[in-house]
């Protein structure tokens, strides 16, 4: 299985250490465990940010970065071995573990921090936190500081000003590493094979869990232990639905099915959106929607590449979209004045994409200084245009209504252009029609 290499957190940690201010102290805590009913807990799924810098998989861990510390400049806090608990719940890395495995130069138990933390933060000017993130952890760490304050008469130095950390540690996630983008592509692979499975085994009078399944099953089969976000499996009008969750209709005949499912390796996501007929061949409507998604999709390909900025791809998406609407007789009227009035949200309601990376809807600013942030090389995103007929728009004729189509690939931009990331999975109608017909006849 691919993973960030060690090296690369501690170059990580290296190069956030460097923009902060000198005679300050990073801290950041471990992702709580989430219970999801009395006494059984959620799957355990790390921090995105404590993520980053640590490779730490464990909760009940708190990370504190201090520049220019003699005796080491990063420390973890972590829970202790305990032969006990890890009979019941798995090994842990105790502090050895924490240096020898995850580069610590100092490692303390969870339980000391209130002794120790308070010490450390002493005499540093400035204190980076993730604040407002987790209000319990804010609430401790003005605990610590106002154990410093009790003792200002004895001499004792408080921190005089707190800084979010999000900024620098979010502007450093938006770029993506050698490392990175390969750990992205594995995802990639493993959730266009899902995709194709699914296709591949959809049938009429199968329910949309029956290929919700197929995803899971090609998911940890390819080694993931999850997917990266609630998997949308949304046949006919459901299609309609951008973030249907509920996943339990039948599959019928005449009915195009939405998967947007993507699964994430080492806490790195993919996401991916195909549309496909559930008798495994488009009627003439859902073609003509169908490959005008795809022709905008195509448009918006052309518009990402370094000194773009991030709107030109979904301005692409608009323009095409709004074109083709206008000649399959959906909207009427000027195609640059439906662009200017917004017209075409009537049918298209969302943006072409979003950043993507640890969170499938990543970190980033969009905008700088007011104006469209300019790609580079590194950065990653989706490209996700789509066309939504509501099944009571009765602005259409009949043929129309209840068609939902979205088309989503990932990509990282390049030195030329776009690298995309999901092209493993057919895209086109021949093709789609093409395996789906194979699969068909292979059953048979």
């Known amino acids: 299985m691919i993973h960030i290499p060690k090296s690369e957190y501690s170059r990580r940690r290296k190069a ?4 902060m201010e000198p005679n300050s102290i990073a801290i950041l805590p471990a992702a709580a465990v989430a219970i999801r009913n009395r006494d059984v807990e959620h799957v355990y799924r790390q921090d995105s940010d404590f993520q980053y810098l640590s490779g730490f998989p464990e909760p009940q861990a708190v990370l504190v970065l201090m520049p220019g510390r003699v005796h080491g400049e990063y420390i973890l806090f972590c829970r202790e071995r305990n032969a006990e608990r890890e009979l019941w719940d798995g090994l842990r890395a105790g502090q050895e573990g924490a240096i020898r495995d995850f580069g610590a130069d100092d490692a303390f138990p969870i339980t000391d921090i209130d002794d120790i933390l308070p010490g450390l933060i002493e005499g540093r000017d400035r204190v980076y936190s993730a604040m407002g993130s987790n209000p ?9 500081i106002n154990v410093i304050r009790s003792k200002a008469n004895l001499g004792a130095q408080p921190p005089n000003e707190f800084v979010a950390l999000d900024h620098l540690l979010h502007d450093m996630r938006l770029y993506k590493s050698a490392a990175e983008v390969k750990v992205m592509r594995e995802a990639a692979r ?12 959809c049938r009429a009078g199968l329910h949309e869990f029956s290929l919700e399944a197929e995803l899971d099953y090609e998911f940890r089969k390819g080694g993931a232990k999850m997917p990266a ?3 949308i499996v949304a046949a006919g009008r459901n299609s309609c639905i951008l973030h249907y969750q509920q996943n339990d209709a039948q599959l019928k005949d005449g009915d195009l099915v939405l998967i947007d499912a993507g699964c994430e390796i080492d806490c790195y996501a993919s996401d991916i959106t195909r549309t496909f007929p559930v008798s495994g061949k488009y009627s003439a409507e859902q073609k003509a929607i169908y490959e005008l998604v795809l022709a905008s999709q195509e448009a918006a390909f052309a518009e990402i590449a370094p000194n773009k900025h991030w709107n030109q791809a979904h301005e692409a998406t608009v323009r095409v979209i709004t074109a083709g609407l206008v000649e399959l007789g959906l909207l009427r009227g000027d195609v640059d004045e439906l ?14 994409g979003h950043w993507l990376g640890m969170d499938v809807h990543d970190v980033g600013e969009y905008k700088v200084g007011g104006e469209w942030r300019v790609l580079e090389v590194g950065m990653a995103l989706t490209v996700e245009p789509g066309i939504y007929i509501a099944p009571d728009n009765q602005n259409v004729a009949k043929k129309w209504r209840g068609i939902g189509v979205r088309i989503e690939d990932d990509v990282v931009v390049t030195k030329t252009g776009c690298e995309i990331l999901t092209s493993g999975v057919p895209k086109t109608v021949a093709e789609i029609e093409a395996l789906m017909a194979a699969a068909r006849t ?3």
């Open 190 to 201: 493993i959730s266009a094979q899902a995709h194709v499975r699914a296709m591949q085994a």
């Open 229 to 231: 976000y609630g998997s």
């Open 16 to 19: 956030l250490m460097a923009q």
């Open 136 to 144: 319990e952890f804010d609430r401790h760490l003005m605990e610590w």
């Open 339 to 352: 662009i200017a009035s917004e017209a075409y949200k009537a049918f298209y309601m969302h943006r072409a």
């Open 442 to 444: 292979q059953a048979a």
